[in-house]
């Protein structure tokens, strides 16, 4: 489905911890955006996904990261998640297959528990350490929410949901999105964990929330390829 360029929108990624805690701060600072935008999750995808993505004319941001930024973030999140009073644990990634947790909230989002799935997945990942990339640990999510497990874990392998996947990859590429936590609404972009506050004003603005919006209290991939992660506020 093409993105409704009216509805503002947050796009996620579960690997990336600065998305991570953009959502932390989505649900506990600003509930009623995160009821208003639509959630859309971005995820590199695997050499199927790539080749399905390039065949409907889409590419993927990729970009390589540096030794020296990629010690920066550890020590960035680290710092944000103790501000936060957050006890992080950090995740280690083994050939990873990201279509297998974010194929998987397209089945949460479905059945109407996709912001319960993210909120799952995020505390899997970042804060006991588990690998959502394993079939079990999504699976074991999938129970957590009453969801069928077997559905969940084996998203990545239903070609109508590879399909919806590719569908999400292009409008990826059309809202321009090059690194996660990022929001859109229109024309108009913010990207990092540090613009989420200029975004809730935007929406407030705009009148695009509920009208009683609290006032704004004033995402990494950490693999070979990542995408663009030019400041400390967004990544992929």
């Not at 109407?112 to 999510?141: K, L, M, N, S, T």
Request: glycine share 8%; net charge neutral.
């Amino acid at each position: 489905m093409r993105a409704d360029r009216k509805t503002p929108r947050f796009y996620f990624s579960l690997r990336s911890p600065y998305s991570w805690l953009a959502h932390r701060d989505l649900m506990a600072r600003h509930p009623e955006v995160a009821a208003a935008v639509e959630w859309r999750p971005f995820f590199e995808p695997d050499a199927t996904s790539e080749r399905l993505l390039t065949e409907a004319g889409g590419t993927f941001p990729y970009t390589a990261m540096s030794r020296a930024k990629h010690l920066y973030v550890l020590q960035d999140v680290n710092r944000l998640a103790k501000s936060r009073a957050i006890a992080l644990s950090w995740p280690v990634d083994r050939d990873p297959v990201w279509e297998i947790p974010h194929l998987a909230y397209l089945v949460a989002r479905r059945e109407g528990r996709g912001p319960q799935y993210v909120a799952a997945a995020y505390r899997a990942r970042w804060e006991e350490g588990r690998d959502i990339c394993d079939r079990r640990v999504v699976a074991d999510i999938g129970a957590q929410l009453g969801l069928d497990p077997a559905e969940l874990a084996g998203a990545s392998d239903d070609p109508a949901l590879r399909a919806e996947g590719v569908r999400v990859l292009l409008d990826v590429c059309a809202d321009g999105v090059f690194g996660v936590p990022f929001f859109v609404h229109g024309f108009t972009r913010f990207w990092g964990l540090d613009r989420l506050p200029d975004f809730v004003r935007h929406l407030r603005e705009h009148e695009l929330t509920a009208p009683a919006l609290p006032q704004p209290v004033g995402a990494v991939g950490l693999g070979r390829r990542a995408v663009d992660d030019g400041h400390a506020g967004g990544c992929g």
